[in-house]
């Protein structure tokens, strides 16, 4: 009796494995679809690696966001296949347009009298 409970738990893990792995495998499909991505076969598992990770990461965050732990929610973009360091490196290479301010938002005029109390 006892082993036949254990085989039905680890048939039921493995289940659950397979229909996650089934099931993260279509979102990957779709995601790299959505965002016209193709890989080499050996920068595909790195990729796919890395974009599993960021997905547990929005998952769970959202998980937490659905406890009101959060009050905003995350999703996948096309930067979820970058590692962190990757997506820095990739901004830091965007131009910056630094904005100068020559106008005052305030000037005074020669010909205004300041009152003494208001």
């Given at each position: 009796?006892?082993?036949?409970?254990?085989l039905v738990l680890v048939t039921l893990?493995?289940?659950?494995?397979?229909?996650?792995?089934?099931?993260?495998?279509?979102?990957?499909?779709?995601?790299?679809?959505?965002?016209?991505?193709?890989?080499?076969?050996?920068?595909?598992?790195?990729?796919?690696?890395?974009?599993?990770?960021?997905?547990?990461?929005?998952?769970?965050?959202?998980?937490?966001?659905?406890?009101?732990?959060?009050?905003?929610?995350?999703?996948?973009?096309?930067?979820?296949?970058?590692?962190?360091?990757?997506?820095?490196?990739?901004?830091?290479?965007?131009?910056?347009?630094?904005?100068?301010?020559?106008?005052?938002?305030?000037?005074?005029?020669?010909?205004?009298?300041?009152?003494?109390?208001?």
């Amino acid at each position: 009796m006892q082993s036949t409970l254990i085989l039905v738990l680890v048939t039921l893990a493995l289940s659950s494995t397979c229909i996650r792995s089934m099931t993260v495998n279509g979102q990957w499909k779709a995601w790299k679809n959505q965002f016209q991505k193709s890989y080499t076969n050996v920068e595909e598992r790195l990729r796919r690696m890395i974009w599993e990770k960021n997905l547990e990461l929005v998952e769970e965050h959202n998980r937490r966001a659905d406890l009101g732990l959060h009050t905003y929610r995350l999703g996948m973009n096309q930067f979820a296949d970058l590692t962190n360091e990757e997506f820095v490196k990739l901004l830091k290479n965007f131009p910056s347009k630094r904005v100068q301010k020559t106008k005052r938002a305030f000037t005074e005029h020669s010909n205004l009298e300041i009152p003494d109390t208001v």
